[in-house]
């Protein structure tokens, strides 16, 4: 049989998809200048979709190493744990609070009454998202860690047999938001594009692998 084993086409909407469709929603996101302006309505749908996709993209990724009993497959599945906790907080406080304020403050009399509310929540130095803070705690320790977790996965495939091009990406891509710090574009889609690109490639690679080793059926 040349085709995916069955297990393995099942876990490909979730592997490949997840990053893959937060990469493409991430195109989307836009980049704040005056909060009070924002296209609110794009602001609230990206972000409530990163609330499901982010822990589900951290799940994709320790599932390329749920084989692995290595250390590096342990630091991947806690790194990414991390992860998806810190930046499912973040991105709640920081894009779906700050966009139902804005939300409430575009549609009254008076768009600057609002503002030291929606300021309260952007410039707060752990849940924050302002680009002009040093280092907003949640983003910071989301970033380090999703890093750190896309790192060991390349190390745990390629103690597995992964060839060096999709663990070199795979671990390259991790650090997009940390180099760009944003996760929307550049930053964003290049790690999770990255990520499902490479996911795809390694389980193109084992399933090869798989089909190469197959011992011949004879024909009666």
Known sequence: MNSFSLQTAWRIPLIVGAPLLLAIVELLHPHPGDLLNLDVETWLAVHYGQILLFPLSALAVTLLVDDQPCVAATICRVAMFIFAVT?????????????????????????????????????????????????????????????????AAAVARKRSGSSWGPISLLAISGFGISIFKTH???GGPLTFGGVAIAAAWILWEQNSLRNDTKPPTLNR
């Open 87 to 151: 930046f499912v907080a973040f991105d709640t406080a920081a894009g779906v609070v700050t966009g139902i304020l804005v939300n409430a403050a575009q549609k009254s009399h008076s768009p600057e009454a609002w503002r030291a509310a929606v300021d309260a929540v952007w410039d707060d130095p752990v849940m924050g998202g302002s680009p002009l803070l040093a280092a907003p705690f949640l983003a910071v320790t989301g970033s380090i860690a999703l890093s750190i977790g896309t790192v």
């Open 184 to 186: 929307a574009w550049p």
